[in-house]
């Protein structure tokens, strides 16, 4: 039988996720994503479960920081994609310097371009809120009504691991391993964020007993993610990847890609699975 928060559910996380893969249209890659996604099924499923306890109970302000520390971290990715276009942006000025074709340069700055639109949400470009002070807000109110769950006391290190790895792979390893992660990060937040909106207002008004108003005030940065925002992030994770292929034609390493893709999940299911199993374990 499903469960009330399951039954308002649209789509359950492997839909939602395979909906935002099939925008991608390397065939060959996107078939590499599905694939991934269906071997890692385990993963994805502990990250479900991990969601559905937390908001199924009230917490001391000890979990809820360390829930709110660890998931950040996973989260916490707009350097690295202003990192990884930056990167673009160099090769494209490279190019024009040994006097390569114009239309090189030209598909590299979109591609770059193409990153940035991944982020202004983020960085508050048009003047809207930043995004982490909507995440500052939200993890602030529910661990005690202070920012102490900022301290990295609170950060399980699987959740640091999972941040330096994707960092690594925008920053320092070769263009395309940073694109890759952009696909399966962009696809994955999309579903992450559609399917926990209504199990976290729930948990906000019947469990924390907060107005469903003030709800909605303190969630404002799951809702702002939500709406099709990250299917149109991972729309534009697409275009940065075709422009780059299109610029340099690198060479698309599917095994690669596959390797990534999945350790993608299993990292960020480790993460949750660890999360739930400190909730139960000093809650």
């Known amino acids: 039988m499903l469960t009330q928060v399951q039954a ?3 789509k359950d996380f492997f839909t939602e996720m395979q909906d935002a893969f099939s925008q991608l249209e390397h065939q060959p890659l ?6 991934s996604l269906q071997a890692e099924q385990d993963s994805v499923r502990a990250i479900d479960v991990s969601f559905q306890n937390f908001t199924s109970k009230k917490h001391s302000p000890q979990v809820c920081r360390l829930f709110f520390a660890s998931w950040q971290r996973t989260n916490n990715t707009a350097m690295s994609v202003a990192g990884l276009a930056n990167r673009i942006t160099h090769e494209a000025e490279l190019a024009l310097l040994i006097g390569e074709n114009l239309s090189v340069a030209l598909e590299l700055f979109r591609s770059a371009g193409r990153l940035n639109r991944v982020i202004d949400e983020d960085l508050g470009v048009k003047g809207q809120t930043l995004h982490f002070e909507l995440y500052y807000r939200m993890a602030t109110k529910f661990s005690g009504n202070d920012d102490a769950w900022q301290s990295r006391e609170f950060c399980l290190p699987s959740a640091s691991d999972f941040k330096s790895w994707l960092d690594s792979a ?3 390893e ?4 940073g694109l890759f992660s952009m696909l399966i990060h962009e696809g994955y937040t999309h579903a992450e ?3 926990i909106a209504p199990m976290f207002e729930k948990w906000a008004i019947e469990i ?7 709800a909605r005030r303190y969630l404002a940065w799951i809702a702002v993610h939500n709406g099709g925002t990250e299917k149109h992030h991972f729309a534009h994770a697409c275009a940065a990847f075709e422009h780059y292929y299109r610029a340099t034609l690198a060479d698309i390493n599917l095994e690669v890609a596959s390797q990534i893709f999945q350790n993608y999940l299993r990292r960020k299911g480790e993460v949750m699975k660890q999360i739930n199993e400190k909730i139960y ?3």
């Open 8 to 10: 308002h559910r649209k």
């Open 281 to 283: 374990g000093v809650a």
């Open 174 to 177: 070769p263009m395309m391993n």
């Open 193 to 195: 964020l559609e399917n």
């Open 208 to 214: 924390m007993g907060l107005q469903k108003s003030d």
């Open 170 to 172: 925008r920053l320092v």
């Open 30 to 35: 996107r078939k590499v994503l599905l694939d």
